[in-house]
């Protein structure tokens, strides 16, 4: 019979020949002593040949390290080089601010089809985009919760149309859209009440006006009644008050800004220290 | 410009003289009229041929990269002083673009004399003296003008040009007999071209005898280079290609007996570009026939692929997936409900029906708006239910 093709084979043969493509596992070309399967009692591993163990699992003979060398070989020539300028995340981000992201999916089946491969996410940093502090605080309300207040990014996800490029189109509509909206004043936005605002502002707040409310009537009491608000805001004990009460407001209560606010408090009531 | 210069030659005068950048002066306009006038007289060739023998020269002097004066350039230099002298001594003073034109042609058929001779004279030694260089051609065109030449030059001509010959320390004979052969070249084109005929040294080169390699050669270069010219303004032919085959379709030929060159090239991109249904049969067929079944992996992977049971790589989900909408008409569908009241209940619904149809990705537009009209036809319908309500 004829002798399997293993034995005439050189020990530095060209592998990526025998195994070019994903084939499946041939006992008679594969030179090696493989043993697989469950072993007999008081045996070992049946041997290769005929062994349906080995033919069912997939193999990656085809994709040695010099095949995989010979792929790259090829396919390099159909491949442009990574532009060398971009050899940072910080240059791609300064000259390519917005990301788009799209996912392809492969499948095991006769449709090429994936209703999920349509989705197109849009990915950008406001501090890339040209904003002053009304447009951005205006953007960041109509976007909502598409925005990420710590990584200061905005994302746009748009899957609304049944093929990928008009939802590209479609995301990138939408930011224009935002983008100019938000430079735009409208007349009812002068209607901002106090539970709108997305962070405190001392001026014109209840605290300051019981500050000064406060500090009026106690030099009232010590007639001495020459000062007025202005003397008062400008005075150091007030700004002292207003930035701790700022920082309670805005950044929550920590120690550091609980200390700072009794401070503050006691140097504005002129409170001494207790001994 | 020589090259251009000798394609054109043989179209009308007129249009070869507009070509010409040599010394042009004011005798150009003059020289444009007697052209176009065709003066054929006897005196009048012989003037032509003397000026054209001088321009010619002088021409010569002024080309430098031309394959037929290539071929020719031991000799140009000596033709090249031999000129001068002949101007000297006949005093030209009119060069007009008539003899320049003349000059061309004749140097074309320079050429075409050449090959011509060698196909008459039939003699291995002609060829090999035609291959030495300057010396063959000379004998060589010393036999073609006592043989081939039945029309007796002006002997005024002939006297000049041995005059020359003789002022030259070059071989007398050789020039004598060069000059001579171009001069009679010269009436011989003019005479063609009187009746009308188109540059001969197509035809030449599409008569030429392949037997002998250095005609061969040289007929190919040229008709390369004059295809070249010719398909400028069309399609560029690969000369590579002609090369490659010395005795293909491609060589020489076009006589452009029917069209201009322009239309030729459309004539021919028409044929390419719309092959028959038996074409694509035979086409089929005989992939049939050839294709072996597949060697490795990767021919059985490519196979897999034009079959269509491999997808194609890099994978696109959206592959033959055709929506020629654009966003906007997904989304954007308030321009479909403006037949509906403007307020009220049905308004209001119909908005909602729009939201929900801008976020579906399913369904194509025109089922959107096919969606939206049969709400339209079904209120209609209910119109008079409502009123009466």
Known sequence: HVPPRTEKMAVDQDWSSVYPTAAAFKPASVPLPIRMGYPVKRGVPPPKEGNLELIKIPNFLHLTPPAIKKHCAALKDFCTEWPSALDSDEKCEKHFPIEIETVDYISSGTSIRNPKARVVTLRVKLSNLNLDDHAKKKLIKLVGERYCKDTDMLTITTDRCPLRRQNYDYGIHLLTVLYHESWKTEMWESEKSEEDMEEYIWENSRSQNNALDTLLQIKASENDSNVTKEDLLASEVVKNYRSSVIALKNEGETEKNMSQYKESVKKLLNIQALP | ?389
């Not at chain 2, 002097?61 to 031999?82: C, H, R, W, Y």
């Not at chain 2, 010959?165 to 020039?175: D, H």
Request: with cysteine.
């Open chain 2, 1 to 389: 410009m020589w090259g251009h210069v000798r394609v054109w030659g043989g179209s009308p005068c007129g249009l070869a003289v507009r070509f010409l950048a040599g010394p042009a002066s004011g005798w150009e306009a003059a020289g444009r009229a007697r052209l176009e006038e065709g003066t054929r007289s006897q005196r009048g060739v012989c003037e032509e041929q003397r000026l054209c023998v001088s321009s010619r020269k002088t021409q010569k002097l002024f080309s430098t990269s031309s394959t037929l004066s290539a071929e020719k350039d031991e000799s140009a230099p000596s033709k090249g002083s031999i000129s001068e002298a002949v101007s000297k001594s006949q005093e030209t003073t009119a060069e007009t673009p008539k003899q320049k034109l003349l000059d061309l042609i004749g140097n074309m058929k320079v050429e075409v004399s050449y090959r011509k001779k060698l196909q008459q004279l039939k003699t291995r030694k002609q060829a090999t003296e035609n291959l030495e260089g300057p010396a063959s051609e000379g004998t060589v065109l010393q036999k073609v003008t006592d043989v081939q030449r039945g029309k007796p030059l002006n002997p005024e001509l002939v006297e000049a040009a041995s005059a020359v010959a003789s002022s030259l320390p070059l071989n007398k004979k050789q020039t004598v007999s060069e000059l001579l052969a171009q001069l009679r070249r010269h009436e011989e084109t003019t005479d063609k071209q009187k009746k009308g005929e188109t540059v001969n040294l197509r035809n030449v080169i599409s008569e030429m005898a392949v037997k002998r390699q250095s005609p061969a050669q040289r007929g190919v270069r040229i008709s390369n280079r004059i295809s070249l010219e010719l398909y400028e303004d069309g399609q560029r032919i690969m000369p590579a290609q002609s090369f490659d085959s010395r005795r293909s379709l491609k060589v020489g030929k076009r006589l452009n007996i029917f069209t201009k060159a322009s239309t030729e090239t459309e004539q021919a991109l028409k044929t390419v570009s719309s092959p028959t249904i038996w074409d694509l049969e035979f086409a089929k067929e005989i992939a049939a026939v050839t294709a072996q079944p597949p060697r490795n992996g990767f021919e059985e992977m490519i196979q897999w692929t034009k079959e269509g049971i491999l997808w194609e790589f890099p994978i696109d989900n959206e592959a033959g997936m055709e929506d020629d909408a654009e966003f906007h008409e997904h989304i954007f569908l308030e321009k479909h409900i403006e037949d509906f009241p403007k307020q009220g209940p049905i308004r209001h619904f119909m908005e909602l029906v729009i939201c929900g149809l801008s976020k579906n990705p399913y369904l194509s537009v025109k089922q959107k708006i096919e969606h939206i009209e049969w709400f339209h036809k079904y209120f209609e319908e209910k119109k008079e239910f409502l009123q009466e309500i």
